[in-house]
């Protein structure tokens, strides 16, 4: 825990220094609870900010909630609790409503919106886990503003929990995300729940998630929001484990986005940090190289050794054999003609096309397997070399 004067001594960033940013919206922002109807004139503020972003270079991805209190009015659901089918039903609707709510707004800034629709389970078994990171990282190449929902027509446990703060966090560690934005209905963590406790402090910026820190987390507040600073604080282990900084913030005043980035250099409204230890990129290498048991092995040529040593990602022509079973996404061992352990990372390839590719040119790919995959049987990024 740190206080407000800690907090003033510490290097804490800003929305500013985001490279790649992962905005959670909740329903209780983007639906108004009693009218039932997207809040337009929000969303309108909301995808101006995510413009401004964009322009100073910095890559977003929306991660909303919402589909299931977009779509309940229109199948006549309103004014009682749901059966889970029921919730199902409406978010079916809700997640059509909601995609067109983004790709107006965002429209209007002359930005292409890509919906993906994910549960958590698509972000931890791992070719499902990279299949989504390729999508996603595509679309941030060419431009577009991934808009992730959960798959509430097809999730069980997850529409149970209303658990997309864990579900943004577990993207922001997909992508390898620096900064996740959880907007709330409250401005940060306090020490016990402001809205019972008048003497709950406000905690500006967390370093570790202590049993103390863990503790502090209250109950969700009424209404269509069901997540709560208990998601929030989970939320914060997952982002922190991969290296990216997360910040809780008020969420209903206008141009969110802009008002905390003014609130940073103002210091005007607070919020609350979560810092982790490492960046992105050594905490998911970090990760990879925790990996005790590899499910198989890739014997590389010299050419491929000196390419790995100068920072390259292995191309299939420097394999030279393979070995064992493994898997898309599966983590293997790298090593030279003698046996030595060069590198681990995580396979573009199962063990039976690996084989058929090895020495070949990453061109010749599609003609040997009869589609079009990744031009790496490793990528750099995920490959640790010793």
Known sequence: ?????????????????????????????LVDSASHQIRRE?????????????RRGTEVVVVTSGAVAAGREHL??????????????????????????????????????????????????????????????????LGAVPVINENDTVATSEIRFGDNDRLAARVAQMISADTLVLLSDIDGLYTADPRKDPDAAHIPVVTELTPAIEGMA????????????????????????????????????????????????DGGAPCTWFLPAAEPSSARKAWIAGHLNASGVLVVDDGAVRALKQGASLLPAGVAEVEGAFERGDVVIVRDREGRELARGL????????????????QEIEAILGYRGRDEMIHRDDLVVR
Not at 13 to 18: F, K, W
Not at 42 to 53: C, E, H, I, S, T
């Open 218 to 265: 209250g109950e969700p507040p009424p209404g269509y929001s069901s997540g709560g600073m208990v998601t929030k604080i989970a939320a914060a282990r997952v982002a922190m484990s991969a290296g990216c900084r997360m910040v809780i913030a008020k969420g209903k005043r206008m141009n969110p986005l802009a008002a905390l980035e003014k609130a940073e250099r």
């Open 347 to 362: 396979s573009a390839y199962g063990s039976d096309e690996a084989r058929l590719i090895r020495r070949r040119k990453s």
């Open 76 to 141: 006549g659901l309103v004014g009682r609790p749901l059966k889970l089918e029921e919730k199902q039903a409406a978010a079916a609707t809700g997640q059509i409503r909601l995609a067109h709510a983004y790709q107006e707004t965002l429209a209007r800034h002359d930005v292409t919106v890509a919906q993906v629709l994910l549960t958590l389970e698509d972000t931890e078994e791992r070719r499902r886990h990279l299949n989504a990171r390729a999508t996603i990282d595509t679309l941030l190449k």
């Open 1 to 29: 825990m740190t206080t407000s004067a800690e907090a003033a001594a510490l290097s804490v960033p800003t929305l500013l220094d985001a490279r790649r940013l992962v905005v959670k919206i909740g329903s209780a922002l």
């Open 42 to 54: 929000w969303l309108d503020a909301l995808a101006d900010d995510v413009a401004a972003a964009r």
